[in-house]
């Protein structure tokens, strides 16, 4: 609403954008980072959801009306320009302690200690890179700030990262500028986080962690560049809690999921990124945004037949309100991901099954009734209007046709659009019988992978890092 209405500002026409009490601040932040910071409001009293048509009535017109008229009668003020210190400047001098209470203080921490982000400290990063230091990577919402090479060292280096990890700093931040990813969407009130995957020769290089407690911090490597997305996040794009952060409940950044490489070439499955079309000399990494998950404990089974049921079955436990991504705001942007251990991998492999294979299995059994599917996006929620029917919605051109096979409200239906829309990945503790599967925020967060490019003179410069 907000771009909508600077969209027609900036030509002159003059508009009143209309936000609900929970998101006043939201605006206010956004706005700015838009270049318009007193873009009129009007406010709509308590959230539209949990209020009758009465209430609504009232509350719309008592307050909402008058700020209407007012913001479309009304020239705006001038906004104060915001001066930031250019990428170079040192902004504060002291220890360690005294740099940690500023940092907190503006805004610029996690919370928790941060490594200053000496010229020293940034210019050892920015030997890992053949780019300028003041290169546009791609502007980042909501601020609507440049990432640069800079600005992504001096994030690195708060975040605890080691300098030869530069090079998967800035594939990141590619995937993070890409439109396809929508980092806009990073401060939406289901309070999603950001999973990064890891593939290729930079997993070895940097040392992840792949095995045992891959989604555990204490690796450097995982953990550290785990917490550079979300530092990256607050300080370049802009998302603050309470302001341009609405994550209802929210949860921490996650560390770095790196796949089993060897497992995956034993069995001859394909990677995460190269089943995205990207595969990276030096690796790449993968981001998309998940609302949550669970760990399936203790498959059974000694074939492919025997353990599908069980982790199609957690697929389906997993989705409930994402659907809307399936069918309703997008058509086949859900992507739940599975994470296998090696043996349950090696398992369902030895079966003949290759990934294509499982991920055409679970189009086919991982199904829910129509009846649910449909309570998901529609009764429950608002997250369809006018709560249409999934034969409805196929017959109007929004969904394909395999989800109106028959008006039967107990007929099984697909979570997912196209088999290839499930996202597998291998990792974990090679001898345990575990897995873990994540539900999809949808286009809100959309897998969006880049390869990373390193450096002239990598090995060199990677032999003299370790030595460090």
Known sequence: MLRASAIAENVGVPTSSLVCEGFIGQAATTSVGIGLPNLPVALVPGHVDSQSDEELWANVTSVTLDAVIDNLLRQPAEAAPINEPAASDTVFTGGFEEVNRFFYENGWSDGLPVVPPTRAKVERFLEFTDRDPEAEIGVLAPDNRAATPWNVAVNGVMAGCRPEYMPVLLALVEAMADASYGVEHSGNTP??????????????????????????????????????????????????????????????????????????????????????????????????????????????????????????????????????????????GYKPLLVLSPVLAETIAKSGFSKADVKAWFFEHARMPAWKFENYIGAWTNLVPGRRSLVDLVNLGKAPRIFAESSDPERLVPIVCEPEDFMIAVAGDPLRTNAFVFAHNGILGFPTSKPVQLPDGWDGKLDRAREM
């Open 191 to 332: 309070g999603a986080e950001t999973l990064i995957v890891a593939n290729g020769p930079i997993i070895r290089d940097l040392g992840f962690n792949y095995e045992q407690g891959v989604l555990r911090d204490g690796f450097q490597a995982n953990t550290a560049i785990g917490r550079f997305w979300r530092l990256m996040l607050r300080n370049v794009a802009g998302f603050l809690p309470h302001e341009t952060d609405k994550g209802t409940y929210g949860g921490t950044w996650r560390v770095v999921l790196a796949e089993n490489e060897s497992v995956l070439r034993r069995i001859g499955w394909p990677t995460i990124a190269a089943d995205q079309g990207v595969d990276g000399d030096g690796g790449a990494v993968t981001v998309s945004r998940f609302t949550g998950g669970d760990c399936i404990v203790s498959v059974y089974g000694q074939t492919a037949e025997e353990m599908l049921p069980y982790l199609a079955d957690a697929l389906v436990k997993a989705t409930g309100w994402q659907l809307c991504f399936t069918i309703g705001l997008s058509t086949g």
